[in-house]
């Protein structure tokens, strides 16, 4: 009775999971692996698309300049969202809940729109040329668009919310009591934020920076409006690849490899925090 009741529940089980691994199967499972084939049978088949991208120093070239921008963007990102996210933790509800209303804006805005926006503030006559000037901070206009400083800032804006969120998460969980036990037993401010709060927060700056670095590596819109062509990245390459030259071949080469990383990256993470909790 008991292994009838047991198989039962097992049958309810993957029948509740049924809906959500169909799902999993039509839009995730089939598309990659027809990716996959594609990056190994087009034009001809063998491994010669990704001879050609690891083999070429321009598409390596692509590839490092992907990695730096995600990974400057991903720094930037967690020591602008710590400070914020540890602000709306300690705050009033109700400022608080005017600042999240703020934040949530900025991801709902069109990301199209949000760019362009970066596009005018930034360029030679925009309002942060003007202001830098006006503050004397520098003599003339600075280049900020058509370069990765634009990319960069383009997309640290972009990411914050998702930087911040897991974070706010984190730290609104860390009882006050360990940091002024902290401080009773004569930790400074510093000692605190080093030794109890940023291990305590390990977690959340995780999360939010495998988030962040992610998108990045295969963000498109930003890259392209404010990077120009001479700083290409890797989704760029893709679109060029297959919309341009229609090659599918290159252009699956290039998003499988990107994929690799992500899953690299994602099972590194499991396994350190993994390690961390035995």
């Given at each position: 009775m008991l292994s009838f009741l047991s198989q039962g529940r097992r049958g309810s089980g993957w029948g509740m999971a049924l809906p959500a691994l169909l799902l999993l199967l039509a839009f995730f499972v089939i598309p990659v692996a027809g990716l996959l084939s594609r990056s190994v049978t087009e034009p001809q088949p063998g491994l010669q698309n990704y001879e050609t991208l690891l083999g070429s120093f321009t598409y390596i070239r692509i590839f490092l300049n992907t990695f730096l921008v995600s990974g400057v963007v991903t720094l930037i990102t967690a020591l602008i969202a710590f400070p914020v996210a540890w602000a709306l933790a300690i705050m009033s509800p109700r400022i608080a809940s005017v600042l999240f209303a703020v934040i949530l804006l900025s991801m709902w805005t069109n990301l199209l729109a949000r760019t362009y926006a970066w596009m005018v503030l930034l360029q030679q006559t925009g309002l942060v040329n003007k202001l830098l000037m006006g503050l004397g901070l520098t003599s003339q206009p600075l280049q900020l668009t058509n370069n990765l400083i634009g990319v960069t800032i383009g997309?640290?804006?972009?990411?914050?919310?998702?930087?911040?969120?897991?974070?706010?998460?984190?730290?609104?969980?860390?009882?006050?009591?360990?940091?002024?036990?902290?401080?009773?037993?004569?930790?400074?401010?510093?000692?605190?934020?080093?030794?109890?709060?940023?291990?305590?927060?390990?977690?959340?700056?995780?999360?939010?920076?495998?988030?962040?670095?992610?998108?990045?590596?295969?963000?498109?819109?930003?890259?392209?409006?404010?990077g120009g062509t001479s700083n290409m990245m890797v989704a760029e390459l893709i679109v060029q690849q297959v919309q341009s030259l229609v090659n599918w071949g290159m252009g699956g080469a290039a998003a499988f490899i990107l994929l690799v990383v992500t899953l690299a990256l994602y099972a590194l993470q499991l396994r350190l925090f993994d390690a961390e909790a035995r």
């Open positions: 997309m640290v804006y972009i990411m914050l919310p998702f930087m911040i969120l897991p974070l706010y998460g984190v730290i609104r969980k860390i009882d006050p009591a360990i940091l002024q036990a902290a401080a009773l037993c004569g930790a400074t401010k510093g000692q605190a934020l080093r030794r109890v709060l940023l291990p305590l927060a390990a977690p959340g700056i995780a999360s939010g920076a495998l988030m962040v670095f992610v998108m990045s590596l295969g963000y498109f819109v930003t890259p392209s409006l404010l």
